[in-house]
């Protein structure tokens, strides 16, 4: 991954046009900035401006119509992102809901706290499901080391059972961390819905989701949140870029 502000000038125009679309700034029908637009605004070769498009092209985002422009692909049920880095993962509160399930709150958790390199077995929790245009996909249950939950036990967001908010755990702790986030480790498998996760994910129980594990390091390496989410397959797609290392 690469250092903050070391990105490459397509990744980042990329990154804000994504963001843009994402928050309906171009609704369908509505016509991105040209390309000629894009280079003169940003100070950017036209050639870095297309490779920022074709990047959009690929993700499913935008398509191209010769002689008319670039326009944001119509938004279908099914929630799409691509995530490459953190920054992406933050900006998740772009264009979903968080609900909190169960406030933060300090218990024992052995797993957890192993995974999460805590000294003794209690580790502060919370739940919460992730919504897009009012459909539930995500249940997702967070631990935290607990001097680390302290950062945040005075947000609203994390007090009261049913708040709706707009943000993410990881982006309110990265302004309140004495480091940065720098990395997350991640595993995907799958499970089936427990009666728990069924009620809240509006699905039968024993139903297939996906699981997906995210265990954030701060720059030095230390575990600093436990992330595991449970995902609704006919809501949710899941796509990453894979690039090769130059030679």
Request: charged share 25%.
């Given at each position: 991954?690469?250092?903050?502000?070391?990105?490459?000038?397509?990744?980042?125009?990329?990154?804000?046009?994504?963001?843009?679309?994402?928050?309906?700034?171009?609704?369908?029908?509505?016509?991105?900035?040209?390309?000629?637009?894009?280079?003169?605004?940003?100070?950017?070769?036209?050639?870095?401006?297309?490779?920022?498009?074709?990047?959009?092209?690929?993700?499913?985002?935008?398509?191209?119509?010769?002689?008319?422009?670039?326009?944001?692909?119509?938004?279908e049920e099914?929630?799409?992102?691509?995530?490459?880095?953190?920054?992406?993962?933050?900006?998740?509160?772009?264009?979903?809901?968080?609900?909190?399930?169960?406030?933060?709150?300090?218990?024992?958790?052995?797993?957890?706290?192993g995974?999460?390199?805590?000294?003794s077995?209690?580790?502060?929790?919370?739940?919460?499901?992730?919504?897009h245009?009012?459909?539930?996909?995500?249940?997702?249950?967070?631990?935290?080391?607990?001097d680390?939950?302290?950062?945040?036990?005075?947000?609203?967001?994390?007090?009261?059972?049913?708040?709706?908010?707009?943000?993410?755990?990881?982006?309110?702790?990265?302004?309140?961390?004495?480091?940065?986030?720098?990395?997350?480790?991640?595993?995907?498998?799958?499970?089936?819905?427990?009666?728990?996760?069924?009620?809240?994910?509006?699905?039968?129980?024993?139903?297939?989701?996906?699981?997906?594990?995210?265990?954030?390091?701060?720059?030095?390496?230390?575990?600093v949140?436990?992330?595991?989410?449970?995902?609704?397959?006919?809501?949710?797609?899941?796509?990453?870029?894979?690039?090769?290392?130059?030679?």
């Amino acid at each position: 991954m690469a250092a903050p502000g070391r990105d490459s000038a397509y990744v980042r125009l990329a990154r804000e046009l994504r963001e843009a679309i994402l928050r309906h700034d171009y609704p369908e029908g509505v016509r991105l900035p040209t390309e000629a637009e894009l280079a003169a605004s940003h100070g950017l070769s036209r050639q870095t401006v297309r490779r920022a498009f074709q990047d959009l092209v690929t993700e499913g985002l935008v398509h191209r119509v010769p002689g008319r422009g670039t326009f944001a692909a119509p938004r279908e049920e099914q929630y799409l992102r691509q995530f490459g880095s953190v920054e992406d993962l933050m900006a998740l509160s772009l264009d979903t809901t968080m609900r909190l399930v169960s406030p933060l709150r300090r218990r024992v958790d052995v797993d957890a706290a192993g995974r999460l390199r805590v000294g003794s077995d209690r580790v502060d929790h919370l739940s919460f499901l992730r919504l897009h245009e009012d459909t539930p996909f995500c249940l997702t249950t967070v631990h935290l080391p607990p001097d680390v939950g302290a950062l945040v036990a005075d947000r609203p967001e994390l007090t009261k059972s049913g708040t709706d908010s707009r943000v993410t755990i990881i982006g309110l702790l990265d302004g309140r961390l004495p480091e940065p986030i720098a990395e997350a480790e991640q595993s995907v498998t799958v499970a089936v819905a427990s009666a728990e996760v069924a009620a809240q994910l509006d699905c039968p129980p024993q139903h297939p989701l996906l699981r997906i594990d995210r265990l954030y390091l701060s720059a030095s390496g230390r575990p600093v949140e436990l992330a595991v989410s449970h995902f609704v397959p006919e809501h949710y797609s899941y796509r990453v870029r894979l690039r090769r290392h130059p030679r």
